[in-house]
């Protein structure tokens, strides 16, 4: 059973990187049927994609972020990574990481996602 | 503002049927797949329906989806009151080059 885990620190300070990696356990993150990536939520409100990645290294950014993020992919221990840099109050929410696949719509495999506060 | 369309709430009486919309554009609904997920309180979202209306392993059929236009639905039949959660739907969009999703509607089943 495919299972992903998020990890990170759950306080980050203004102006700050949030950095949180995606562990991905009972499958290979190389499989090329999909691909990995991360969406957020705000406290009380709806999802919002913020990018995702193929294991090829190939990116896609939510274009409202696109110049803060940086996703990344490491095969050898079969995780991905978010970097989120120059974070404000806005950026607080619950990540989550997620596969989508490849040739069907849909994230179908999901993490329980992480709480990141953005404070100083 | 997202850029699908839902109701924020809506509620219905268990055993009842709910239908809950999602308004988009031709350059996401009109033109691509529809997902809808289930999301309980503090948990992570559950994919219910992808590709407009095909249901993951393990989904009951008393959720369907259909999509008509530049509109998708979400039928949920026989509600039971564990089916109180949000749903959101999700479709591709061209302009962004990404999914993009529907703000949310709160099912209450009472």
């Known amino acids: 059973q495919l299972q992903l885990q998020e990890s990170g620190p759950g306080l980050v300070k203004p102006s700050d990187t949030l950095s949180l990696t995606c562990t991905v356990s009972g499958g290979s993150i190389t499989n090329n049927n999909y691909y990995w990536g991360w969406i957020r939520q705000p406290p009380g409100k709806g999802l919002e994609r913020v990018g995702n990645i193929f294991y090829s290294g190939l990116t896609s950014y939510n274009p409202s972020l696109k110049s803060r993020v940086t996703i990344d992919v490491d095969t050898s221990k079969n995780q991905f990574s978010l970097k989120l840099k120059s974070v404000i109050a806005t950026d607080t929410a619950v990540y989550f990481c997620a596969r989508h696949g490849e040739s069907t719509s849909g994230w179908d495999y999901w993490g329980p996602g992480t709480l990141v506060t953005v404070s100083s | 503002q997202s850029v699908l369309t839902q109701p924020p709430s809506l509620s219905a009486a268990p055993g009842q049927k709910v239908t809950i919309s999602c308004s988009g554009s031709?350059?996401?609904?009109?033109?691509?797949?529809v997902s809808w997920y289930q999301q309980l309180p503090g948990t992570a979202p559950t994919l219910l329906i992808y590709?407009?209306?095909k249901r993951p392993s393990g989904i009951p059929d008393r959720f369907s989806g259909s999509k008509s236009g530049t509109s998708a639905t979400l039928g949920i039949t026989g509600l039971q009151t564990g089916d109180e959660a949000d749903y959101y739907c999700e479709a591709w969009d061209i302009r962004v080059s990404g999914g993009v999703f529907g703000g949310g509607t709160k099912l209450t089943v009472l």
């Open positions: 031709s350059s996401n609904i009109g033109n691509n797949y």
């Open positions: 590709d407009n209306n």
